[in-house]
């Protein structure tokens, strides 16, 4: 779900850009340099580990001097490929399509162990039970590279045939499906669906995974690969410190709350949406089996990216599709995590 979950946060931010951007943490590192991190939207909960590792000294007792960089309409990837960022916060499907198209990305950790998206339809709509009903119905999406193919598996698994209308919209989508202008989209479970609860316009779901299909890490953090090499003790120590505000986060939901909110003052005009979207981040999808936070799999890239290869969706370097499944070991490395 490439994008999703940036356009997904509306969030009305004043000054935000101007305080991330020079947003920095310690000056001791040794070599002088900064780390720059990019983010993929305004600061949400999806970034609250980066903020507690900010606000709770975690990067200045590593040494590091770390510089947030504002979102600014060019994806993560891209920057980071170029080497504007050395990490940045990006989603499993992006980190996918970037590193076949030849991007020098790896993914470093996983913020998020599952999909935080659903198919989000009305609440009221009693039309619609499941996501067999969606055949025949209008699609408000984003158009992002797999997003329809997806649906369009579930919607299969379930026994309909995958055939709907799809009306590209953004942002916009989910006040087309809560005005009725259209019947379903993807919404951010933690934070679109709080939302719309808070404004009186329930929906219900259906989760990816409840009807055959392949979890994936809703977030990941996106590294260097060439930096990586080259800085391999500063890349560990920057790595392992926001792996502790992640922990924290999923750990404390309330104090990271607190923590981002903190750090971005103006940035949120429902507090209360941010401690109720870091809590059910931190209960239903920041922890692996052992409780920790940022771990990934090689079974779990296979099944999610090896979807997208089988659906020819995956280009490489030349624009043409992919002719052979990647090596997906080489797309994340666990080798920075630390213990929790």
């Not at 030349?318 to 499944?325: I, N, R, V």
Request: proline share 4%; glycine share 10%; with cysteine.
């Amino acid at each position: 779900m490439t994008g999703r979950l940036r356009r997904a946060l509306a969030v009305v931010v004043t000054g935000v850009a101007l305080l991330s951007a020079l947003t920095a943490c310690g000056s001791g590192s040794d070599s002088g340099d900064t780390i720059r991190f990019a983010l993929d939207w305004t600061p949400n909960t999806n970034h609250s580990g980066l903020y507690v590792a900010l606000q709770r000294g975690y990067f200045a007792e590593a040494g590091l001097d770390v510089q947030v960089l504002p979102y600014n309409n060019t994806s993560v990837g891209t920057v980071i490929d170029a080497g504007n960022a050395e990490f940045g916060i990006s989603t499993h499907n992006s980190a996918t399509f970037a590193r076949a198209a030849g991007a020098r990305t790896k993914s470093v950790l996983a913020p998020l162990q599952h999909w935080a998206t659903g198919i989000g339809v009305r609440a009221d709509r009693a039309d619609i039970a499941s996501p067999k009903d969606l055949d025949g119905k209008t699609y408000a999406g984003f158009g992002d590279p797999g997003e329809k193919e997806a649906l369009q598996q579930v919607i299969r698994n379930d026994g309909g045939t995958g055939d709907f209308t799809s009306v590209t919209l953004g942002s916009s989508a989910y006040e087309a499906v809560y005005s009725g202008k259209a019947d379903f989209t993807v919404s951010y479970l933690a934070w679109e669906g709080i939302e719309a609860e808070h404004h009186g316009t329930p929906m219900k779901y259906f989760r990816y995974t409840d009807f055959g299909f392949p979890d994936a890490y809703a977030i990941v953090i996106d590294a260097n690969e060439d930096w990586l090499a080259a800085n391999p003790e500063r890349a560990r120590q920057f790595v392992q410190a926001l792996q502790r505000g992640y922990q924290f986060a999923a750990d404390n939901p309330d104090a990271a709350a607190q923590d981002l909110i903190d750090a971005n003052p103006g940035a949120f005009n429902d507090e209360k949406l941010v401690f109720e979207s870091q809590r059910m981040l931190a209960e239903q999808f920041m922890k692996d089996a052992d409780g920790r936070v940022g771990t990934q799999t090689q079974a779990q890239w296979a099944a999610n990216s090896g979807f997208l290869y089988r659906g020819g969706l995956l280009n490489g370097p030349d624009g043409s599709p992919l002719t052979a499944e990647p090596d997906w070991s080489t797309y994340f490395t666990n080798e920075y995590l630390g213990n929790p």
